[in-house]
């Protein structure tokens, strides 16, 4: 284990009961994860993406191993770290402005305080004009730019982001990852990101965690070397495209009958 490592799980596994037999959902994993650096978890459906991000978060005590952020024990600690879940829904009853301002509220800012910080927040990053309507009006882009606002403003510095792209549709996924590179330039923080989606994993990360299924476990840790900023021309350069084939061979060489779950 490194010093400067920002977030670290050691020797993490996680085992369920399934029909009183054991499941290994997730084998024995060793991430590393240095501070401000954008990480994804690469992986099919089931090789325990979202069962790492519960552990980390405090949400799921993992069967054997431990969670290190800032090199303190954090294991079954709730709350160190922001947590956009897979299915982070924003409370329809509340306008855009005031689930923004959920997170916040949660960890104890007035009412007053809260909208008042995430206001020049909308504005600037794409919600100006929204702020006082209701999810139910919103597009899908534009909810999942509040949901992941709400996340950011909570002020943790490792922030843990579930397939956040994974419904939407590719135009709008194109532009929601140009967006989220610059909320992390402008914010700072140390991101790890959950998909599904080769490109999407090599276009935003400066590494990425390859997993395969049966039992979930890493197999693979690979450096994305590609200059920030990026746009969007990287993805036909030479490297981006032996590094996708790279990739998905990885994937599907490790779980050749899973391999339609993952999005070329
Ligand atoms: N609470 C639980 N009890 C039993 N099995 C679970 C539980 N949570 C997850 N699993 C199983 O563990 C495996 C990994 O799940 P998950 O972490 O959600 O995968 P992913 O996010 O990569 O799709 C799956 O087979 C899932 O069904
Ligand atoms: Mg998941």
Not at 68 to 95: C, F, H, N, S
Not at 106 to 123: C, D, N, V, W, Y
Request: aromatic letters at 8%; one cysteine or more; a neutral charge.
């Amino acid at each position: 284990m490194s010093g400067t490592s920002k977030l670290v799980l050691e020797n993490v596994s996680m085992t369920f009961e399934a029909d009183g037999k054991p499941f290994t959902a997730l084998a024995p994993v060793d991430l590393e994860i240095p501070a401000g650096k954008f990480i994804s978890l690469i992986g099919p459906s089931g090789c325990g993406k979202s069962t790492i991000f519960n552990i980390v978060a405090g949400l799921q005590p993992p069967t054997t191993g431990r969670v290190l952020i800032d090199g303190e024990d954090a294991t079954g600690l709730i709350g160190r770290v922001g947590y956009m879940l897979q299915k982070d829904l924003l409370l329809p009853w509340r306008t855009v402005l005031d689930n923004v301002a959920l997170g916040m509220e949660i960890r104890g800012f007035k009412m007053s305080e809260a909208r008042a910080r995430a206001l020049p927040l909308l504005a600037r990053y794409g919600l100006g004009g929204f702020e006082h309507r209701y999810p139910g009006s919103l597009s899908g882009g534009m909810r999942q730019r509040a949901a992941l606002l709400r996340t950011l403003l909570v002020d943790q510095d490792v922030v843990l982001l579930d397939e956040p792209f994974g419904a939407l549709d590719a135009q709008t996924k194109a532009r929601m990852q140009e967006w989220l590179l610059q909320l992390f330039n402008d914010f700072g923080r140390t991101v790890v990101f959950v998909t599904h989606d080769v490109e999407e994993a090599i276009f935003l990360s400066d590494e990425i965690y390859v997993m395969a299924s049966r039992p979930g476990r890493v197999i693979e840790k690979l450096p994305i070397d590609l200059p920030r900023p990026r746009d969007r021309s990287v993805v036909s350069s030479p490297r981006f495209v032996a590094m996708k084939k790279y990739c998905l061979d990885l994937l599907h060489l490790a779980s050749p009958d899973t391999h339609g779950d993952i999005a070329a």
